[in-house]
């Protein structure tokens, strides 16, 4: 069964930076596309990053270039997204999906259950 598994979210200070992971485990190809998605309350969920696994380019939200980086370790099996420069804004429940395409939300199958971001100003 494919599971999904975030962390690293917290509380940080206008201007800081944090880490966020997602272990991944039980999805069948070698193959495919990994992002994060946010969702503030009163707003929909967006797209952040997605990377594909087998090495490209990465997709990022106009919101996040040059602030957020996304990565992964294939001997792990598992997402990062390093957050630098935090503003107010990227407060949000933060997730990992799997299976979809680029940063199109309704293409994604898998999700987990997200972390929590939250800058202060």
């Known amino acids: 069964q494919v599971q999904l598994v975030e962390s690293g979210g917290g509380s940080v200070q206008t201007g800081g930076s944090l880490r966020l992971s997602c272990a991944a485990s039980?999805?069948?190809?070698?193959?495919?596309?990994m992002a994060w998605f946010r969702q503030a309350p009163g707003k929909e969920r967006e797209g952040v990053a997605a990377?594909?696994?087998?090495?490209?380019?990465?997709h990022y939200a106009d919101s996040v270039k040059g602030r957020f980086t996304i990565s992964q370790d294939n001997a792990k099996n598992t997402l990062y997204l390093q957050m630098n420069s935090l503003q107010p804004e990227d407060t949000a429940l933060y997730s990992c999906?799997?299976?979809?395409?680029?940063?199109?939300?309704?293409?994604?199958?898998?999700w987990g259950q997200g972390t929590q971001v939250t800058v202060s100003s």
């Open positions: 999906a799997l299976g979809g395409y680029g940063l199109a939300r309704q293409s994604y199958n898998y």
């Open positions: 039980g999805y069948p190809s070698e193959r495919y596309y």
């Open positions: 990377i594909w696994t087998a090495g490209g380019t990465p």
